[in-house]
């Protein structure tokens, strides 16, 4: 992913096709050490694409990915937590409680004063 992400990077600043040590200069100006054979892979499977190309089938192939779950499950959420809604009433008070007692505790004074 971070060879993908130094790719992507030279690519917004106008370099569109990087080489290797491109993508090793924006690697290591952050202290991150490249590995040749995933860079050499990630070059040679993005060479002559487009990536704003890349990017758009990408995101449709994202599009057909179920992600969340169905209207069924989260309808019987709350009929259970109706139950267990009296407790939680109950236990606010003594939240507010305690914020108040730790808001005392430094008592206006900085970590270094």
């Given at each position: 992913?971070?060879?993908l992400a130094a790719y992507l990077l030279l690519g917004l600043g106008g370099n569109t096709e990087p080489s290797a040590?491109?993508?090793k200069g924006v690697l290591s100006s952050v202290g991150i050490?490249?590995?040749e054979e995933?860079?050499?892979k990630l070059i040679d499977e993005l060479k002559?694409?487009?990536l704003?190309?890349?990017i758009a089938e990408?995101?449709?192939k994202l599009a057909s990915v179920p992600s969340g779950g169905s209207g069924?499950?989260?309808a019987a959420a709350p009929a259970a937590a109706g139950g267990t809604a009296a407790a939680a009433e109950e236990e606010k008070p003594a939240e507010k409680e305690e914020e108040k007692e730790e808001s005392d505790e430094d008592m206006g004074f900085g970590l270094f004063d």
């Open positions: 992913m971070k060879h040590d491109d993508i050490d490249a590995d995933r860079l050499d002559g694409k487009d704003q190309e890349l990408g995101s449709t069924g499950g989260s």
